[in-house]
């Protein structure tokens, strides 16, 4: 099992929002995305289980299956829910750069867990799903939130765009917000995200 965190909120909700961090980074640099959350909302922060040549850790490295990782996080995510006596299922997925790339393949491969997802900065690596995979997508309509920046020089907006058209196409019910600054999310883009979240 990864290495994680679970922080309990004081409130009576169970909604659960996992956090994935991007490359180079560990599990608590996704903090900052805590302030855009539904208030009564727990966190659960999982850290990527290879380490960086640039520090930190990642979930790939270059050159290898962006998805080597992806089995780990699906199992650290529903043990830690289970040891938490999490109830209220499906869960909330916040991921930035490599982890929004993660939080795109749970979509894919997994796509009951989610009741909703914000790929911030990042892309969407297009996994073989079977059609009954993709059916049940269609069933969820689970809506997605992507942020990107039109000044990212590590992740391309059109890849960002391509992402969003991916998902679209598999059903879910994405929406893209493009907002004028590098690879990061500004202030636009907290506002909407934190408006995002409070709608579902």
Known sequence: MLVSTFKRNAGVGQRVVVMIHGRAHRMGVMSIFERAAPSDAHFLHVQAPIPDPEG????????????MSLGELFTTITTVCTEQAVTELPLFLFGFSQGAAMVGMVLQRWPALSAGAALLAGFVPELAITHEKAADVRQHKTPVFIAHGRQDDVIPLSLAEKGGTFLNSLGYEVTFLVEDVAHKVGTQGMRALKEWSAAR
Do not use: I
């Open 56 to 67: 930190g850790f990642c979930w790939w490295v270059k050159g290898e299956a962006p998805d």
